[in-house]
């Protein structure tokens, strides 16, 4: 289905008029996606101002994270943290330039990024309030604003603590105002000694592949075992991945996305689409594995053909899922049963199944939750229950399985364009699009990126998340 305003906003001399008469229209901006595989350069030539590194312990890991991704570094400040650049910066020719708040380039810049992990008290703050005061306003179309903080937890007393939370409240407002421009804001709470991952997260929330997630924390940690990655080319060859619900929708997109970076991917949907997900497994090399997932025995089903036929797996994304929508007083034990079954219960008992020797060591799980997992909806009692479900297994199943290095988290997608926003009532689902700081619905390839980032080496400081793709949703995010 399209989106009107979306598709009026792209038309130049609309755009126009709409400004001429003054019409309090609100056109979204389009937003900048990716296509094809991950680039050696994903940052290539994009400017990205960076300010609060003093000594900090994230300029080293940052500096050769940018250099290798191609970016154009602008570091404020005295030149401390300049040294930092330098040897990278040679490495790949790409030299970082000094500048002070006051003497930026005319030009925007695409990205915005302030460390301010070492920020202990309130007063501190102010540091960060100057970095974006100057640079927000530079920051170009399908920009992106990044602020580093630490965990609350391991703060040094309360003070310290509340200066961290803070960084939160300023995030998620700095992204509803740059929304409108296609632009996002992130906050990275990077555990002490998970800098060098931090960095690998960096490139994903500063390239266009994240073109549907902001406003929210991402938290950084070295609780799954393994080593840190930053980026690099085809790095899921000669993975296998299991996708649920790949025969359309955002399973398919995943499915191909994961195709793209090497992995073979097994296609798994209902006997009754064997067409669809047989043409989308064809038209990628993968295989096809047709399996209600909520039949008795498909987990064992799953383990074995896994096992069999390709050694094991080592990406898991369960993406299939439905609605069954209707207020408590109306809601069908049966429409109770499939939402919490489908959604929840299966994801569960085919997890354990393949943590019986299916699911190999360094391997990845992704489980589809929403922001209706979040916040609730009228008429998703059933539905919004196994999505939180889904938040609360990730979250313990995490510090399980991290000896083995397997991270597992979840996904919380907000509108997004797809048959199951598609069946909404019109008036409901322009609401939906709207009430984001993105103000546009996502589409499926945002939230498949999101997965095969999270499914990538370069993603091992990420586990126990239920990351948002939903533009900013104002309800529930
Ligand atoms: P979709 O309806 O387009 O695709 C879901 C797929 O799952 C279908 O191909 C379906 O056949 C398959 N499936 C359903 N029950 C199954 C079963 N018992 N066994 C095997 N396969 C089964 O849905 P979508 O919009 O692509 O959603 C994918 C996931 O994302 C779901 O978990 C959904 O809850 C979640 N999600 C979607 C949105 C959105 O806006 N589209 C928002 C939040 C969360």
């Not at 490495?91 to 810049?109: C, I, S």
């Not at 025995?297 to 050694?311: F, M, N, S, T, V």
């Not at 609360?392 to 597992?408: C, M, N, Q």
Request: aromatic share 4%.
């Amino acid at each position: 289905m399209s989106d009107f305003l979306l598709q009026l906003g792209q038309n130049a001399q609309a755009r126009r008029v709409i400004k001429a008469l003054g019409l309090p229209v609100p056109i979204p901006q389009s937003l900048a996606r990716a296509r094809g595989p991950w680039e050696e350069r994903p940052l290539a030539d994009r400017t990205i101002v960076l300010g609060g590194l003093g000594t900090g312990r994230m300029a080293a890991p940052l500096a050769r994270m940018l250099a290798e991704a191609g970016a154009d570094p602008v570091v404020i400040g005295d030149g401390a943290a300049l040294a930092a650049f330098q040897a990278p910066g040679e490495a790949f020719g790409r030299p970082a330039r000094a500048a002070q708040l006051g003497e930026l380039p005319a030009d925007k810049v695409h990205g915005v990024v302030f460390d301010a992990s070492e920020l202990a008290e309130p007063a501190a703050l102010r540091a960060l309030y100057e970095h974006f005061h100057a640079l927000a306003p530079k920051l170009a179309a399908n920009g992106r604003a990044v602020v580093i903080g630490r965990p609350t937890a391991t703060a040094r007393g309360a003070v310290e603590a509340a200066t961290r939370a803070a960084l939160e409240g300023f995030v998620r407002s700095l992204a509803k105002e740059l929304g409108k421009r296609g632009a996002t804001a992130q906050l990275l709470v990077v555990d002490d000694g998970a800098e060098d991952r931090a960095a690998g997260v960096l490139r994903f929330v500063l390239s266009p592949r994240s073109a549907f997630v902001t406003a929210q924390p991402i938290h950084v940690s070295l609780t799954a075992a393994g080593k840190a990655v930053t980026g690099g080319v085809r790095s899921l060859e000669g993975k296998v991945a299991l996708v649920t619900g790949a025969a359309r929708g955002i399973g398919e997109a995943t499915a191909q996305l994961l195709s793209a970076e090497g992995a073979h991917v097994v296609c798994l949907d209902r006997p009754d689409d064997d067409a669809l997900v047989s043409k989308v497994a064809r038209d990628l090399g993968g295989s096809v594995l047709l399996v209600d997932i909520t039949a008795a025995d498909a987990p064992a089903k799953i383990a074995a053909e896994l096992k069999q036929r390709h050694g094991g797996v080592d990406i898991v994304v369960h993406n299939a899922g439905v609605t069954r929508d209707k207020t408590i007083g109306n809601m069908s034990a049966e429409q109770w049963e499939q939402a919490v079954d489908i959604n929840l219960g299966a994801v569960t008992r085919i997890t354990t199944a393949l943590l019986g020797g299916v699911l190999r060591d360094g391997g990845r799980i992704v489980c589809l939750s929403s922001v209706a997992g979040i916040a609730g909806n009228v008429g998703q009692t059933n539905y919004a229950a196994s999505k939180s479900g889904i938040i609360g297994y990730v979250e313990k199943l995490a510090p399980e399985l991290a000896p083995r290095g397997i991270t597992v988290n979840a996904i919380a997608p907000g509108f997004i364009e797809t048959r199951l926003t598609a069946a909404i009532p019109v008036m409901i689902r322009e609401a939906g699009r709207r009430l984001s700081a993105l103000g546009q619905g996502g589409l499926p390839q945002d939230v498949g990126e999101a997965i095969c980032f999270l499914s990538q080496p370069a993603a091992v400081g990420v586990t126990g998340n239920t990351l948002r793709v939903c533009g900013g949703a104002l309800i529930g995010a």
